[in-house]
Every structure is written in structure tokens, then in C-alpha cells.
């Protein structure tokens, strides 16, 4: 990935971050340019997305202060890729960040 490349897509990558319609806008956005910088960051926040789902059923199906945990965790998760996408980083969040990338590939 090449500096270019990332200074294109910044602006979508911050934009994916900012909840599950920001994600959406980013990706029918990079649509026609097939920014791979994009794509990685929308990647990284669908993962995000779950993880928040699966948190808020813990929450309430299984034990208040597990799911509280793990909506802090998503949320420190969060903030880690914002930062990472705003200072054009290519790095994935830990422990899932790759996993994520795996599971969605084909998000192109």
C-alpha cells in the first residue's frame, strides 16, 4: 500500500468508524475507486459492529457486568481504530483485528 493510497483514503476511513451508517456511506462511496485502505478500516469497524452486538447480548441475556466488559473493550477497540484511520495506519486492532480481516475478505 502506497502513501497515496492512503492520503485518498483517509477521510472514508475516518467516515466508516462513525457508527453502522457511517460504514455503509464509506463503502458505497469507495466503491468505484476500490480504495484497499478503505476497505480495511470498513472491515476492522463491521468486526467493531459485531462485537458491539455480541457485547449488548451478554449484557442482557447472560451477566450485566461480563457485557458491560466487553462493551468497554469494544469501545477502547473503537477509538484504537478511529486513531489508527485518522493518522492513516494500517495496523489492525488487537487480538480480532485480524481475524476480522479474514472473516470479511470478500468486503471489497
Not at 14 to 24: D, E, K, M, P, Q
Not at 39 to 58: A, D, Y
Not at 75 to 85: E, P, T
Request: include cysteine.
Amino acid at each position: 500500500m502506497n502513501q497515496n493510497e492512503i492520503t485518498e483514503g483517509k477521510t472514508l476511513a475516518v467516515v466508516s468508524y462513525f457508527t453502522f451508517i457511517g460504514l455503509i456511506i464509506a463503502m458505497i462511496m469507495n466503491l468505484e475507486k476500490k480504495n484497499a485502505f478503505v476497505h480495511f478500516h470498513c472491515r476492522q469497524m463491521l468486526g467493531l459492529i459485531l462485537m458491539l452486538i455480541f457485547s449488548n447480548v451478554c449484557e442482557k441475556y447472560v451477566n450485566s457486568y461480563l457485557g458491560t466488559t466487553f462493551w468497554v473493550i469494544t469501545f477502547v477497540f473503537w477509538i484504537m481504530g478511529l486513531v489508527y484511520a485518522i493518522r492513516g495506519e494500517y495496523k489492525t486492532i488487537p487480538f480480532l483485528g485480524d481475524t476480522f480481516q479474514k472473516w470479511f475478505k470478500n468486503l471489497q
